[in-house]
């Protein structure tokens, strides 16, 4: 018969231990943390889309609290300036012959952040496993 060895659970307990306080605690944090910083770099690409004009238009950027709605997290990144649909959308010119192209700042901006949304999100869940694992 061939004898195994001895063998120490006590590591296996104490990773059970901190992937239990992940599942717990932290998994809750880190997924609020990461819709409020997609949220910060959504607001960062809008900004920077937006035309300068008076400067009314940048500064009106805001990001809205984080809610938990049937399984999926929402927050709402908006502009309270009175014209900036129009700015977003586009419309007509004042004689209302023609019309202004949107800039579409908010939706291009998405768009660009649904691309990197996946990378982003895993380099940080990564990071957190990393830290379980290791017991940091």
């Known amino acids: 018969m061939a004898k195994w060895g001895k063998v120490d659970y006590r590591q296996l307990v104490k990773l059970r231990d901190r992937l239990e306080k992940l599942q717990e605690s932290e998994?809750?944090?880190?997924?609020?943390?990461?819709?409020?910083?997609?949220?910060?770099?959504?607001?960062r690409k809008a900004v920077k889309r937006t035309p300068v004009d008076s400067g009314w238009l940048r500064n009106g950027?805001?990001?809205?609290?984080?809610?938990?709605?049937?399984?999926?997290?929402?927050?709402?990144?908006?502009?309270?300036?009175?014209?900036?649909?129009?700015?977003?959308?586009?419309?007509?010119?004042?004689d209302r012959k023609g019309w202004v192209p949107g800039r579409f700042m908010?939706?291009?901006?998405?768009?660009?952040?649904?691309?990197?949304?996946?990378?982003?999100i895993e380099k940080r869940l990564i990071k957190i496993l990393g830290e379980a694992f290791h017991g940091k």
């Open 27 to 43: 998994l809750q944090k880190f997924n609020e943390q990461m819709v409020y910083e997609l949220a910060a770099r959504l607001l």
């Open 61 to 94: 950027w805001f990001i809205g609290g984080t809610r938990y709605n049937n399984g999926v997290y929402e927050v709402e990144v908006y502009n309270n300036t009175e014209y900036a649909s129009y700015v977003e959308s586009g419309h007509r010119t004042r």
């Open 106 to 120: 908010l939706m291009i901006s998405e768009k660009e952040l649904e691309k990197d949304a996946d990378r982003i």
